[in-house]
């Protein structure tokens, strides 16, 4: 059944946001098929993440005494109701629309249903709109759950709440968390009721619990006239005044292009601006958000992805916010990799700092010039500590080989501390040790951005320059005239076509000509490049993984071992660029991002999914929405729909 539906209608996701993390998330045909989708799940701008309102039991009731349910839900055995049949139409942006239509009559479509969410608060609004030239009567049942999104919700959970039912509102409290429900029409009633044995078969098909149970305590019934709205707003929290909300809700989306059942498509002119609401939706207050539903804030994906934020009008003020978030968790010269509140914080990654540093510099040659000199004093505080505690080592799990300068994660760590981090029965899938390539280019790349920009004396004293062309010489052993490894262990190169020359080879300074920059690409075109993304491993190689599906641990096996990532393409598109012409390197993007942006114009993407199959990738896999990728797109889109370079 979820195949048919798949086909029918796209198994891309429909995504909202907030700055506190909280989100909605669901299917084109409004069945919730993972315990993640929901209508509003509150962030608590912490990493936490509660998951309230699941969705609503929609009836409509005609004059004629034709009546229709529009809502639909997983069961073991059944899809019921099946208000999916009568879906006429969907947009995913500029936020989610349906549009519903009587299969029984000539009167055609007479429902536009729209979910929108505040900014900056767990406030989400569901507007229903009558469109047809006839009244009719709603009768509707919020669905809730009240538990953590990783969680379930079961009947007994429910045996003590609190409860405020009124005309035009509701306030339900259980366990510190609460849902406040707000209707622009009177209508609501006390009628508590429970749906059970509620099931997500994407959660079975991953190995989870699949099933859950709902509570409904109250229903609104409203007589709903010919362009009449009914507007219900949810909230975690008692809204003073719930109108004022939903302005400020219409008003976040009022400059964003629109799309409708009488024009279906969004001309070229409007893709970037659809972009940038995209990558828009991963900012928290001073972070962003990996992706979406289960990832929070990554140190690693937020600075790959960061350039993205750089073309925003805000760019100045929220990018510095970002550095300076991290720059205050810089313990020794790393940044988190990980951030949450001060219990979800770690520091497991060799490359996550390299990348910040780099990022200052890009953003201090940018915008320095409108930069307070103490915030640019800050920020190259920032790059001189990770410099400087890479150097000296103190506590870290990785060290810099006397010999040639580069980083060296020694074996007995035990630890994965690159891109490619799953650990597997206490030790990492995919062990890089010692050199990983893109970490030793990151760290050239990072020590030649710094000597450029730091005072004088203090590359003098780090002693910038002659690391460098130690570090230069030793790159030069990654490549065999035909191959790059993929890391040096035991001083011998470990020759495996994975990504991560690519990464390397895109950063501004590599010891590499022209010649072996292109026979790279081919390398990449012939083995990695595919319609989504780059595969995380050669298809000739054993270990390579067709499919990512199944188990944690199934999953877990291919992550890194074929399964084609879609931000991968900003760093390939890096290296074209390096070699090819602006025509040819136009011409280029437009394949690598074509998909996408095929998707967008037909407002049946809402956001970036994280990966794809290393084999026949068409299906998106992974979480839905992830930063990095749609970062990816987007800094691409910019070179083929915008003049100023972006790149």
């Excluded at 639909?72 to 899809?79: L, T």
């Excluded at 629109?258 to 972009?275: G, H, M, N, V």
Aim: proline share 6%; glycine share 6%; net charge negative.
């Amino acid at each position: 059944m979820l195949s048919y539906l798949y086909q029918r209608f796209t198994p891309y996701e429909w995504l909202l946001t907030n700055r506190k993390g909280g989100y909605a998330l669901g299917t084109a045909f409004l069945v919730n098929v993972r315990k993640y989708h929901g209508l509003l799940i509150a962030g608590d701008g912490k990493g936490k993440r509660y998951h309230l309102l699941a969705c609503i039991e929609e009836v409509v009731n005609f004059p004629s005494g034709l009546s229709y349910q529009l809502d639909a839900n997983f069961y073991r055995d059944v899809v019921y109701p099946q208000g999916y049949q009568l879906i006429k139409d969907y947009f995913y942006l500029p936020y989610p629309v349906f549009y519903f239509y009587c299969p029984k009559t000539e009167a055609g479509i007479f429902l536009k249903k729209s979910l929108r969410m505040h900014r900056d608060k767990n406030a989400l609004l569901l507007t229903y709109e009558n469109i047809s030239s006839y009244p009719y009567r709603l009768q509707l049942r919020p669905r809730l759950t009240f538990r953590d999104h990783h969680h379930l919700s079961f009947v007994n959970s429910w045996e003590f709440y609190e409860e405020e039912i009124w005309p035009n509102f509701a306030f339900i409290a259980k366990d510190d968390l609460a849902l406040f429900s707000y209707s622009n029409i009177e209508g609501f009633t006390k009628d508590p009721i429970f749906y059970y044995g509620v099931y997500y078969p994407l959660e079975e098909m991953r190995g989870y619990s699949a099933y859950e149970d709902h509570f409904s305590p109250f229903r609104i019934d409203v007589e709903l006239n010919p362009g009449e709205e009914l507007d219900l707003l949810f909230s975690n929290e008692l809204l003073k005044d719930p109108q004022e909300t939903i302005e400020e809700i219409i008003f976040r989306y009022k400059e964003t292009p629109k799309i409708s059942i009488t024009k279906p498509y969004f001309e070229d002119k409007e893709i970037l601006p659809l972009l940038k609401q995209m990558v828009k939706a991963f900012l928290l207050k001073g972070n962003v958000c990996a992706g979406y539903p289960w990832f929070y804030a990554w140190g690693r994906d937020t600075f790959i992805g960061l350039p993205a934020l750089f073309y925003d009008d805000e760019a100045l003020d929220t990018v510095y916010e970002i550095f300076e978030t991290y720059g205050r968790y810089l313990k020794k010269g790393l940044i988190p990799n990980l951030m949450g509140d001060l219990a979800f914080v770690n520091y497991n990654s060799a490359d996550a700092s390299l990348w910040f540093g780099i990022r200052i510099l890009e953003y201090l040659d940018l915008f320095g010039d409108r930069l307070p000199n103490e915030k640019k004093e800050r920020l190259l505080y920032f790059v001189e500590e990770v410099i400087r505690s890479y150097l000296q080592g103190v506590d870290h799990l990785f060290f810099i080989d006397p010999e040639d300068g580069l980083i060296c994660i020694p074996e007995s760590s035990g630890l994965a501390l690159t891109w490619m981090d799953v650990v597997l029965d206490g030790r990492p899938l995919t062990p890089r040790y010692e050199k990983p390539i893109e970490v030793e280019f990151l760290w050239y790349n990072l020590l030649f951005l710094a000597k450029e920009r730091l005072a004088k004396e203090k590359v003098e004293a780090l002693g910038l320059s002659q690391l460098i062309e130690k570090i230069s010489q030793g790159l030069k052993k990654y490549y065999n005239g035909e191959l790059f490894a993929d890391t040096l262990y035991k001083g011998e190169p470990v020759f495996e076509v994975r990504p991560n020359f690519v990464i390397a080879l895109s950063l501004p300074y590599v010891p590499f000509s022209r010649d072996v920059l292109l026979k790279a690409i081919e390398l990449v075109k012939r083995e990695l490049l595919t319609p989504y993304g780059l595969r995380s491993l050669s298809p000739r190689h054993p270990h390579f993984k067709r499919k990512y599906f199944g188990s944690q641990y199934q999953r877990d096996l291919a992550y890194h071992n074929g399964t084609v990532w879609v931000w991968l393409i900003y760093p390939f598109a890096l290296l074209l660029k390096k070699v090819l012409s602006q025509d040819e390197f136009q011409a280029e993007v437009k394949k690598l991002i074509g998909p996408f942006i095929q998707l967008l114009k037909t407002g049946k993407l809402a956001s970036i999914p994280e990966l794809y199959d290393g084999d026949h990738p068409y299906y998106p896999k992974g979480a839905p929405a992830q930063f990095w990728s749609t970062a990816a797109v987007y800094i691409l889109a910019r070179e083929v729909y915008c003049k100023k370079e972006a790149v």
